[in-house]
Structures are given as C-alpha cells and as structure tokens.
C-alpha cells in the first residue's frame, strides 16, 4: 500500500465547524465530520499556535522552573517552556524562553524532537530544544507569570517524578532524551 493511500486510509472529512470559544491562547470549535464508513461523528477540538520547551544543561545539571498550574490546582516543577507567538519560529521562541524564565542564555541550542501532545483532541505541537553553555542574565517574567528557578541533577529529577513534582510529558520526555544523551553522547 502507498503511503499516500495509507495516510487518507482513516480520513475524516470535516462537513461543518462550530466555533465555541476564542481565548487569548486557545480556541474550541466543534466539527462535524465524515467518517471513513459513512457515518458522521461530532469531534470536539482544541486549537493551539504551538509551543516550545528547553532542556537547558548547566554543570551536569538541568535548569527547571517551578510555578502553580491552576488545571492541577498545585505546583509543579517543569522545563522552561511557552507558547508561540504568532509568525515567531520555534528556535527564537525557545531561546526567548529560557532567558525569560530562567534568566540564562544558550551558547549552543539545537532542536531534539517535536511532537503533539494530545492528539485525540488538540493540534498542540511542542517543539523540544537542547541548550549548553549557559551564560547567566536576567530574568524577564510575564505579569501574570510567578515561578522559580533551580537547577537540578538527573537523579534528584527523577525523585521529583517518582514524588509526582514532575509530571507534564514535556519535561518528562526532556529526561528521557537527558538520560540517554549521559548514556550514548547522542539526543
């Protein structure tokens, strides 16, 4: 089978849209689809412009932030990371970033992986980045923005996730690419 064939082999085919809601980062819309048996299906969908994430390496060491999350309703410890601004390429917003919200600068920043992080409903796509030799600025957090900075090592990071502190999939892929970098030199 082609790849071409295989891609549009479970298509849905979008007959209307609802928009719901339309807030400073999100959207809903509700579409009404097609689906590959003939049948229609109502999907409810979040929209999203995007975000980046830095694992960011200083002396063996990881930078991480931590802040409330208020759909958790307690704090969490996670890498630095936001949303895109519109027309801004993921490269700039990462280093925006991390000098926003740590402080830091990247003497070298690469990208490691992107991927959608929740696909069933959202078009979310997170752009995960490696940044080293880190040079120390200022910090220039949002109004609405409250966090702290620390840097942490692998294992105090992985006793942070066993502790739940660490839960969101970015930061915890972040320490899987981590760990497997200390173990092959590779991301």
């Not at 992107?114 to 600025?137: C, D, M, Q, R």
């Not at 692998?154 to 839960?167: D, F, G, V």
Request: charged residues 30%.
């Amino acid at each position: 089978m082609s790849e071409t064939t295989n891609q549009h082999k479970f298509e849905e085919v979008t007959l209307s849209t609802e928009p719901i809601f339309q807030g400073k980062v999100i959207s809903l819309q509700v579409d009404t689809v097609k689906l590959p048996n003939g049948e229609t299906a109502t999907r409810e969908i979040v929209k999203h412009p995007g975000a980046v994430a830095v694992l960011a390496l200083h002396n063996d060491r990881m930078l991480v932030v931590e802040q409330f999350r208020k759909p958790l309703e307690k704090c969490q410890i996670e890498i630095p990371a936001g949303k895109l601004d519109p027309g801004e390429e993921p490269l700039e917003a990462a280093k925006r970033e991390l000098e926003e919200e740590t402080g830091y600068r990247a003497g070298s920043i690469r990208h490691v992986c992107s991927f959608y992080t929740s696909p069933g409903f959202a078009n979310e796509i997170l752009h995960l980045y490696v940044a080293e030799n880190l040079t120390k600025g200022e910090t220039r957090l949002d109004d609405d923005e409250f966090l702290e900075c620390e840097s942490i090592t692998l294992e105090q990071a992985w006793q942070y996730m066993k502790e739940q502190r660490i839960s969101d999939a970015k930061t915890i892929t972040a320490l899987y690419a981590w760990q497997a970098y200390k173990l092959t030199g590779k991301f």
